[in-house]
Every structure is written in structure tokens, then in C-alpha cells.
């Protein structure tokens, strides 16, 4: 069948692109303590671009049954005509793709829950317990006329588990990943937990005005969101950054640095949707700006190459549904350089502050300019350079280009985080609304 | 297609089964300003399998028709993991058999694809001309699904789903200072209301120019007038989905305190979900459980009356089954979805609202927004000073958060213009439902915590 697309591909258009992927998961919910679902998901689908003259449209199926009709949907979308200044992505080296793990199964992962579960009823009896355990396998296969044909094959299984405080989903949680076996929560961790959740039963003022923040690796997605669009080579084409034509400049303290590094962690590529080499990407290096990234579109309106970003997946969603996706590009592997404290002593250092755990609200307001203001889910109070209760109710609030050059200085233990690899980040002068 | 369900479902051995299939056609073109970007053309299809045995209940997506006898082997595995947990039982619901096709006011299928290009070109056009306005980032889809479902019972269902859209932002930029304004109009009605809307898309870009010269609102705590989509943003994230019975049973101090009866807002607040309504996008008339939706009250002067339900929750809680277990596509399980909510309408009118607010802020339109638990966060688009019951000035760069519970004891006043949104949008989980939209009159709101720059 693969082979009829290909034939029929050729003869629609001058250029083809095709894209393979099958996915499967397991999903499994624990929640006010006991298992409460397991839905599975055994997905394929495979996607077409053509390009003739200037001019590209794209389809997708679910199933080769009929390439005609796959292909017909690719000419009909041709015809009409998005602009392309490039065609697709010519033979570069065969590259070896990481070879994923065995996925865990839905037994595998109950198991896993009700582990963690019982480490987190241990150290709390009584508390309101919430644990994600899931796995995912995924195969990526992208041909182009021009010679491509590149594999891959991921694994990954995830494990979110804690403590929900009264009265909704909001909590304290640990996230763990592994390419493989379901990730164990462990005795250490459950205690800390513990710990926190002991800390968010009292309930203290916010420290309003401006201050010290210090921002855990799953609040970042406020700073993340915003520098993925302001380093994005298609905000930066339609001058819609304000980092456009900064390069070279002091954006960020010394103690900032940024890059796309898609060849460590979990979710390793080698090559993007679109069949480019990946490679690691400098944006913010020791608080200067280095660069964008771009897929072949944008990077062909900037009068550049692509830098290995075209992928199918929005920022945050990765591993989703891709053939339904159009390319785009997106910094699926962003990695802020850690530093050399731990938390506990960056805790200390601060003295007076706000330690936001998460965000929520990280998707609204003016994203372009920079700016931000997110709801607490939760965020702590430091005095002293201890944790002394929890505040309800409030915001933190600024915008990331003005905060960039606050950075005091980063953690030394890096979070998988759905953003990005991201240590805890403390900032000054943050605002704090209550 | 039903056929092929059935014969499916009669080699499943367990107490319950179903079987939904989708076919999904769908059309999207992107635009970047004035150039297109991205065209699709596409047809899929996919289906999902659901089972009742040993006492658990799982589901399973498949693409291919082939892996479905394997998908059933493995969705009966992970019932009994489940049932080893807790018994699941389904409420009852009458065997229908019905074939739902609404007409369209202009079926986009039968639309060029060459004119939906040129109609994004035109509203991108529209946009650019105004003053500082640098970009458009459009986008137009449509979609159908036509959904079929069966289940063990014997309910045959079949029900297509029509959606258009044509949303996007546009940007305007003076010196560093970005501002961004979403658009969107569409809706579940056919191609037909996506043509003539210059006046949205000038008004839009006129305002992204006008909140270069805007004053950013300092953090605070204010009395607020919501404009209408504020207020519904307002009711479907704060208060919607705590409504939702499979959020509401995942914690026990969250259900305790929202028990049917309790008193948790104002006498003047109360709020519905009615996806029967035939006028607005959310409509529909079967959940993805083959359930006929149902018109449910969920709040009336302040009392909590209702909840959404699948038939599982409405098992668990022994309440009322009302036909919201929805699907994003055949790539998921039904979740508790809401359809159309909305606050019912007051008797005041803007004006009125404005002069009893005295001074504070009267903020308008909605720019995305999240829940977690009780608390809230979600943004405005643009917003006015208002001083002495007075407009006295544009505001920008505004986000705003609260509790639910203290938020809806601060609800003053209601208006009297109720106004739905064209554009539906909700996350929940992994899943998107495009279709799930909000209402609401203007509502005045005492002491909302506002997070500016």
C-alpha cells in the first residue's frame, strides 16, 4: 500500500513528504485513593504532503485502505495552494533512532499505583491520594521523494502521585518517567510529600509587592510558553518577538541559559517530522541571546536552514496524535541549564518569598509581550528560609523578558517536566498579588 | 456500519458492552497574514470499545477494524484489574434507536476549497489594514463527525456533528511593546455565518492597535463588571467543571462540599446547562453513551440543584442521568462534559451594572483559562477603567484568579443580555471538545483578585 501512495504521490506532484506513526497507550487513574480507570489506545495513521511549484497541501489517514483517497486529499489541498518556499527534506545520514524500552502493561501499572499509593498512605494516613500511572510506545517513520527515510521507536511510561488538598486537584505531587518499566515511587520521596502536605494546612498571607520567587520545574511552563514563542523563527519572521534582531545581546542574568537539546532525556530525536537532522540549539547562553529555531518553512522566510524543529505536536503536547497535526515549529526538548544549589539550599537563601510549586493559567494573557500572571497550585511561604504555610488565593505576576535579567540562579536537580527539562529557578523582583 | 457494530458486540462475553465508530471529515487551512501556510484535506476514521466485566468498566480506541477483537480481549483484561478495585454499575437508560442529521444553514462540503482559502486572505486583509497591526495568524476548519453507535443493550444511535471556525490573533507591535487580540466566529450551524463578519475582524485589530496606548492594570484586588464571555470563561471554568460528576467524585472533600442543596452563591446566580438548546454550538442530542441530553439546572438563586452525569457517575451518586458523557473523537472515552452553560439572565442593564459598580473594572473577552480544584485562573482580552459608574479608559495585560467558592458568594448582579459564544473550546484530560460553549449576561463580581504586570 506504501508503495501505491508513493507511485501515486509521484505522479501528483513534484515533491512528496510521508509520515508514519503508530501509537499505543495504556492509562491508568487513581483517584480519592482507588483505581478508578484504565482506557487504552492502539492508534496508527500516516500523513501526506505534496509540493508542486511553489505550492504544498497535506492529508492524513488512519489506514492505507485507500491511497487514493489519501492522495486525492493531499491534491485537492495542493491545488488549492499553501505558499512553500522549499520543498521537503532531502537524504541527509541515516541516523539511528533510540530504541525504546518494553511498555509497561496495564497490570504493570496498577501495580506501580497502588505502590505508591500505599508509600504516600504511610506517611499520611488519612489524606486524599491522586496517582497517574501511564505508557506509551511510539514509532515515527518519515520518507520524502528526495531520499529520506528515517525510523524510530519510542518508550516511555510516566507516574504522578500525591497528596490532593481539600476540596479539589490541587496538591503536591512527584512526577517520574522511565523509557520503559513503570517508575516506583519511593519511600524518600512519599516522606517529602508528606512533608509539604503537612506544610499546606496552614494557611499564611501572601507576601505581596515585589520579591523573590522561587519557581519549581513545573511552574517554569510561565517562562517556557512565552521564550518558546519569543525564540520561535515564525514570531521572529513576522516580527511579532521582541527578541527579533537581538542576537549577540544580554536578554538574561549570567545564571540564564536556554537551549534545545533534543538528544538527551526521554523523548531523544534524532530527526523532526519533517526528516531534518536534529541538534542541540543554544537560545539564551549565559544570559546572552544565541539564536531561534526554525523548522523548513520558516527557516526558508528567514533565509536560513531549518534547525531541526518541524515537528507535528504543539509545545507541551508532546507524543500526541501527529499525523492529525500540521508541521510547525517547536522547541519539543527545552532545557534550562541547573545550577549548583539544592532546593533546600536555595529555599534558605531566600530568605522571604514564594516557592510556586506549579502554575495554572499559564496559557492566558499577553504571550508575545512576555507577560504573565498565574494562579498558585500551589505556592509556599518562606520566612527565615523556611517553608511556613501555604497561601491560597493569590497570584505571581510579571513578564519574562523583564525577569530574564533577575534570574538569581538555578537548581542542581533537573525535572522531566511536559515543557521541558527545567531545574527550580529562583527569580527576584517577582510580583506577588494576594 | 450498525450492522458491523452488532455482529462485533454479539462475540463480546461480558454483562455490558458498546461500540462507537466515527468517521471524521475535516478541512483546515492556516494562514500566516496574507499567506496560507497549511491546507488539509483529510477523511479518517476509528472506533471505541467499551466493557462492563467482573464488575470494571474499560475502554479502548482503535484506528484499524482489524485489532478490534484483540482491543475486546484487552479491554476485558483491564475491566477485571478494575473490578478487583470497585464495583461499577451504569445507570439505566431507554434502548433508543435514531438517526440525527440537522440541516445546515450552507454545508461546507459543498464549499471550495479555493473560496475558503480566499475568505481567510480577505479576513487577514481586513485585519492588516488597520493601524500598527503587524500580523494575522488565522485559521479555518471545518469539521464532521458522523458518529454511530451500539451497545449490548440494543440502542442504535447515529447523530452527525457539524463545526466550522475561522479564529486566530492579531497582532499589533509599536517599539517592543506586543499586544495580541483573539478572534473567532464559527459555530455549529454550516459555512453560512463565517461570511460577511469584516466589521469582527476591523474591530479586533482596530482594538490591538488601541491597547498599544493602553494602561497595563496594576496586580490587585477589584470590584468587576464581566463583559458576557468573561462571565461564561468565569462559569464554565470555576464552576462547570466542578458540576462535572467524574471531577466532583474524584475527591471526597470536593463532593462533601458541593452537595445538591448547598447554598454556595448569591440569590441572584443561577446557572444551567442546556445543550438541547437548537441556537447555540454545544447542542446535540445524543452523549456518547447513547443518552438523550438533557436540559440540566445546576444552580438555582445560589442552591446547588444539579450535576452533569455519565451513567457511571450517575450510578455512583444516585443522581439523575443527563446525557454528558462526550468524546472528543474516536480517539477517546467519553468524559463528563458540559454542552451549553450558562448563567441565566438578571434584569439589569450594562449601564445599570457599570453605575452600581461604582469604580473598579469592567473587563471583556476571554484569552484562555484553567482550573485546579476550587481555584481559577483565566485571562481577559481588554478591559476599561471604570470610575463613577463610568467607562474612563483601556486597560491591558490581565489575568484573573480566585476561589471558586468565595467567587460565587461575590456575585452581586446579573444582567439582562444573554449572549452565547460562537466558539466552543474546552481541555479536560487529554481531550478537546470544540463544541462545548458558554453563555452569560454581564454579571458584577466584588473583590476579584486581578493579576496584572
Known amino acids: 500500500m506504501l508503495d501505491r501512495v508513493i507511485e501515486l504521490a509521484s505522479a501528483a506532484a513534484d515533491d512528496w513528504e510521508l509520515f508514519l506513526e503508530e501509537r499505543a497507550a495504556t492509562d491508568v487513574a487513581f483517584r480519592a485513593g482507588e483505581l478508578r480507570t484504565i482506557d487504552a489506545v492502539r492508534l496508527s495513521g500516516v500523513a501526506l504532503r505534496l509540493a508542486r511549484g511553489g505550492r504544498m497541501g497535506g492529508s492524513y489517514a488512519r489506514e492505507l485502505r485507500s491511497p487514493e483517497t489519501l492522495v486525492e486529499g493531499a491534491r485537492r489541498a495542493l491545488a488549492a495552494g499553501a505558499e512553500t518556499p522549499t520543498g521537503f527534506a532531502g537524504r541527509a545520514s541515516y541516523q539511528v533512532g533510540r530504541v525504546a524500552g518494553r511498555p509497561a502493561g496495564g497490570e504493570e501499572l496498577v501495580a506501580a499505583g497502588e505502590e505508591a499509593l500505599q508509600r504516600l498512605r504511610d506517611a499520611t494516613p488519612g489524606a486524599d491520594l491522586v496517582a497517574y500511572v501511564s505508557s506509551r510506545h511510539r514509532t515515527v517513520r518519515v520518507l520524502t521523494r528526495g531520499g529520506v527515510d528515517e525510523r524510530l521507536a519510542l518508550a516511555r511510561a510516566d507516574l504522578v502521585a500525591g497528596y490532593a488538598f481539600p476540596g479539589g486537584s490541587t496538591g503536591v505531587y512527584q512526577a517520574l518517567a522511565t523509557d520503559g518499566a513503570a517508575p516506583r515511587l519511593d519511600a524518600a520521596t512519599a516522606g517529602l510529600l508528606a512533608r509539604l502536605h503537612a506544610a499546606a494546612g496552614r494557611t499564611v498571607p501572601a507576601p505581596t509587592g515585589l520579591g523573590p520567587v522561587l519557581f519549581l520545574p513545573r511552574a517554569l511552563k510561565a517562562f517556557a510558553w512565552r521564550l518558546a514563542v519569543g525564540t520561535c523563527g515564525r514570531t521572529v519572521v513576522r516580527r511579532e518577538s521582541p527578541l527579533a534582531g537581538r542576537v549577540g545581546a544580554l536578554v538574561a542574568s549570567r545564571a540564564f541559559s536556554l537551549a534545545d537539546d533534543p538528544h538527551g532525556g526521554l523523548d531523544a530525536r534524532v530527526f523532526d517530522d519533517e526528516g531534518t537532522p536534529t541538534a542541540r540549539t543554544p537560545l539564551v547562553e549565559d544570559g546572552t541571546l544565541r539564536g531561534f529555531y526554525y523548522d523548513r518553512f520558516w527557516a526558508a522566510q528567514a533565509g536560513q536552514a531549518s534547525t531541526g524543529h518541524g515537528y507535528r505536536d504543539e509545545l507541551g503536547y508532546g507524543a500526541g496524535d501527529a499525523v492529525a497535526h500540521a508541521v510547525a515549529p517547536v522547541p519539543q526538548h527545552l532545557a534550562i541549564a541547573p545550577g549548583r544549589r539544592t532546593l533546600e539550599e536555595l529555599v534558605r537563601a531566600m530568605g522571604r518569598g514564594v516557592v510556586l510549586v506549579d502554575a495554572i493559567g499559564a496559557h492566558s494573557g499577553n504571550i508575545p509581550n512576555g507577560d504573565f500572571a498565574v494562579g498558585m497550585a500551589p505556592a509556599f511561604v518562606v520566612e527565615g528560609g523556611e517553608i511556613v504555610g501555604r497561601v491560597r488565593d493569590g497570584m505571581v505576576a510579571g513578564n519574562v523578558y523583564d525577569l530574564l535579567p533577575r534570574v538569581v540562579e538555578a537548581g542542581n536537580v533537573v525535572e522531566a517536566t511536559r515543557f521541558g527539562r527545567f531545574p527550580a529557578l529562583l527569580v527576584d523582583g517577582v510580583r506577588v498579588t494576594g | ?453
Open chain 2, 1 to 453: 456500519m450498525l450492522a458491523q457494530l452488532k455482529a462485533l458486540l454479539a462475540k463480546i462475553d461480558a454483562p455490558y458492552a458498546d461500540l462507537r465508530h466515527e468517521r471524521v471529515e475535516e478541512c483546515t487551512v492556516a494562514a500566516a497574514s496574507r499567506s496560507i501556510t497549511g491546507v488539509s484535506s483529510n477523511v479518517t476514521e476509528g472506533y471505541v470499545l467499551r466493557v462492563l466485566k467482573d464488575g470494571g468498566f474499560a475502554s479502548i480506541a482503535v484506528s484499524s477494524a482489524s485489532e478490534l477483537e484483540h482491543a475486546a480481549q484487552l479491554a476485558a483484561a483491564h475491566a477485571r484489574l478494575l473490578g478487583r478495585a470497585r464495583q461499577t454499575t451504569l445507570a439505566a437508560t431507554p434502548v433508543v434507536r435514531e438517526s440525527v442529521r440537522r440541516a445546515l444553514a450552507e454545508d461546507p462540503r459543498a464549499v471550495d476549497l479555493e473560496e475558503k482559502l480566499a475568505l481567510v486572505r480577505h479576513y487577514a486583509g481586513v485585519a492588516l489594514a488597520a493601524p500598527r497591526v503587524v500580523a494575522t495568524s488565522l485559521s479555518y476548519q471545518d469539521v464532521r463527525r458522523t458518529k454511530t453507535f451500539a451497545s449490548t443493550e440494543g440502542s442504535e444511535v447515529e447523530e452527525e456533528l457539524v463545526t466550522t471556525s475561522l479564529r486566530g490573533a492579531i497582532t499589533a507591535r509599536e517599539g517592543g511593546l506586543v499586544q495580541s487580540v483573539r478572534c473567532s466566529i464559527g459555530g455549529g450551524a454550516g459555512f453560512a455565518p463565517l461570511r460577511g463578519r469584516d466589521a469582527v475582524f476591523a474591530e479586533r485589530a482596530r482594538l490591538a492597535g488601541d491597547l498599544l496606548d493602553a494602561e497595563p492594570v496594576a496586580s490587585g484586588a477589584y470590584d468587576v463588571v464581566l463583559d458576557p464571555v468573561l462571565a461564561g470563561v468565569f462559569t464554565h471554568e470555576a464552576f462547570g467543571h466542578s458540576s462535572e460528576a467524574d471531577i466532583a467524585e474524584a475527591s471526597p472533600t470536593q463532593l462533601a462540599a458541593m452537595r445538591i442543596g448547598a447554598e454556595l452563591g448569591t440569590e441572584v446566580l443561577s446557572i444551567t446547562d442546556d445543550a438541547t438548546r437548537r441556537d447555540v454550538l454545544g447542542h446535540y442530542r445524543y452523549d456518547d453513551e447513547g443518552v438523550p441530553v438533557r436540559r440540566v439546572e445546576l444552580m438555582r438563586q445560589g442552591v446547588l440543584t444539579g450535576r452533569l452525569h455519565s451513567r457511571q457517575t450517575s450510578a455512583r451518586l444516585g443522581e439523575p442521568l443527563t446525557g454528558h458523557a462526550v468524546a472528543e473523537d474516536y480517539r477517546f472515552a467519553p468524559l463528563v462534559r458540559m454542552g451549553a452553560i450558562f448563567i441565566e439572565p438578571g434584569t439589569a442593564s450594562l449601564d445599570e451594572l457599570l453605575a452600581r459598580l461604582g469604580d473598579g473594572l469592567y473587563l471583556v473577552s476571554a484569552k484562555g483559562g484553567q482550573t485546579a480544584g476550587a481555584e481559577f485562573t483565566f485571562g481577559g482580552q481588554w478591559g476599561f477603567r471604570v470610575r463613577g459608574g463610568r467607562l474612563a479608559g483601556l486597560v491591558r495585560d490581565f489575568n484573573i484568579s480566585g476561589n471558586m467558592y468565595r467567587t460565587l458568594r461575590s456575585v452581586e448582579a446579573v444582567g439582562a443580555d444573554l449572549f452565547f459564544d460562537e466558539i466552543g473550546a474546552c481541555g479536560k484530560g487529554a481531550q478537546a471538545n470544540i463544541r462545548s460553549t458558554i453563555g452569560a449576561p454581564p454579571v458584577l463580581v466584588r473583590g476579584l483578585v486581578v493579576g496584572g504586570t
